[in-house]
């Protein structure tokens, strides 16, 4: 079966290999299982070798080269390993490199959006009341040691904003980026920290709601590109609004600390009538279009 995304470069010794994050490596008789969510899961026939390559595959953090990982292994388990991480790079199972930027560096925090939202989120992240960074002069000005995480506040259902905006953070805008939104009035969302490689995007995470809607039709409408102004924006109750930017704004506080918080990379559901707040693992999509090429 030939690779679903074919890599740009081969391996090398020097990759930072790093397993898609909520990998799970078990090794069993002679193969290994690698599972990650409900689409990601693979056995891998191991052979004499399963305990040694399962260990190679638990220790891709993304922090490490393939070299080192490669240590003390003979020359038939080499060749297995680096064979078994070409592959799992071009199923979207593993990635080159760390996913954040180097931890312990503040970063900076853009804002975009507008209404009542967006703007209270200014007054509560930075501070201000202003505008913040639009669009157009994104990314062009920011020093390259700063780091910079990409808000977009929404209290509508534009989310052909939302898959605009998605597409221009995977374009290279800022480092990572995160959506709020009461656009639902029934609920709000607060994102996964979105990053660049090997995880899921917020294309992925429409695609995941698309398929959970008793309505799924809806999202061909909402999804289409069109006037902002045929969205009417309502304001979200007090209490909802202070909770979703309050664990927003724990996701980019937690952002320059280590460990990270699983919860970081998980979607919170706040729901508007009980307050009743819950996590939903978001998976990177194998299909999506916008991170596709991995
Ligand atoms: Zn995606």
Redesign the pocket.
Known sequence: MPPSHPPASPVTLASLPRLLPGSTVIAAERVVHLIAGEDFRFTIQTGDATEVIARVLRDCQGDRPLAELLNGLGPAERDLAIRIVDRLRSERMLFDGRAMPTAGIPWRIDIEGTGSLAQQAREVWLGTSGSSCQPADAGTTRPMATPVIRVLVQQDLDLARVLEF?RRQLAGEADAWLWVTTGPLSRGYVSPVLLKRGR??????L?HFRRLSPAPQLYDVLERPGEPAQFVPGDPAEPLARIVLEIAGWKLRRLGQTPAAASQFALHVVEANTLETALHPVW??PT?????DG
């Open positions: 998605n899921p995007c917020l294309e992925c995470l695609r990177l999509d999506c279009p916008g991170c596709g």
